[in-house]
């Protein structure tokens, strides 16, 4: 069974739109990270939140951790149409396996 | 620097033959693994390393070998390819756990369909 799941499946919004989406995990982790996959391409990584942390900014992202609830909320504000790609959350119950969701797909529309 | 780099980008096998997917990456990274993506199963750790000489399974280990001889090269072979192999694979690396996690780069990917 997945260990992190995004929701939604997908997400469709106009440029200059906020983007949320979210994470749940099951068991307790070190570290969470969101990665980006554009269409044909390789995971690339966007921003980590140890679990100690609460909340953290990078540019136009912004990523929350609730260790309490088992979740993560990843927001992209001011959406551009370079955002269009899928979204993946990634946790490490154990450093060696990094364990993914299965991603939300953003589409930004200009 | 070049990164991650896979080849190839795409093959196709008949069921029964074998292959290997090769990875190689430029940055000195202690750490190599391989995933697989499926539509709606998001990626999945097959085997991973921590360094040459040392290997160890993942998520889904079953019909597929690699080894590790170098530090740059981490090979994934598919002894007797199945059509429920057919995927896209991909490699990703890091560094020792800078600081205590483990942030993969990864390579643009390889397709593979067995027939």
């Known amino acids: 069974s997945q260990q992190g799941e995004e929701d939604p499946q997908a997400l469709s919004i106009q440029e200059g739109e906020n983007a949320t989406m979210n994470c749940s995990y099951k068991t307790s982790i070190n570290n969470l990270q969101w990665y980006r996959q554009n269409s044909g391409r390789g995971l690339v990584h966007l921003i980590l939140?140890?679990?100690?942390?609460r909340e953290k900014h990078s540019g136009r992202l912004r990523v929350t951790l609730d260790t309490s609830k088992k979740s993560s909320s990843l927001l992209i504000t001011a959406s551009r149409a370079a955002d269009t790609a899928s979204y993946f959350c990634?946790?490490?119950?154990?450093?060696?396996?990094?364990?993914f969701g299965k991603g939300t797909l953003l589409t930004v529309n200009p | 620097n070049a990164g991650v780099t896979q080849t190839p980008k795409f093959q196709v096998l008949k069921t029964g033959q074998s292959m290997t997917l090769q990875c190689a990456q430029d940055?000195?990274?202690?750490?190599m693994s391989w995933y697989r993506q499926d539509p709606g199963m998001g990626l999945r750790l097959i085997h991973y390393s921590v360094g040459a000489g040392i290997t160890d399974q993942g998520e889904v280990p079953n019909g597929y070998n690699v080894s590790r001889s170098t530090t740059e090269d981490f090979p994934l072979r598919l002894l007797s390819a199945a059509p429920s192999q057919t995927s896209v694979y991909f490699c990703?690396?890091?560094?020792?756990?800078?600081?205590?996690?483990?942030?993969?780069?990864f390579g643009a990917g390889s397709r593979l369909t067995v027939l």
């Open positions: 939140i140890r679990s100690n942390e």
């Open positions: 990703a690396s890091s560094t020792r756990f800078r600081a205590g996690a483990n942030v993969l780069t």
């Open positions: 990634a946790t490490d119950v154990y450093i060696y396996k990094l364990t």
């Open positions: 940055m000195n990274h202690e750490y």
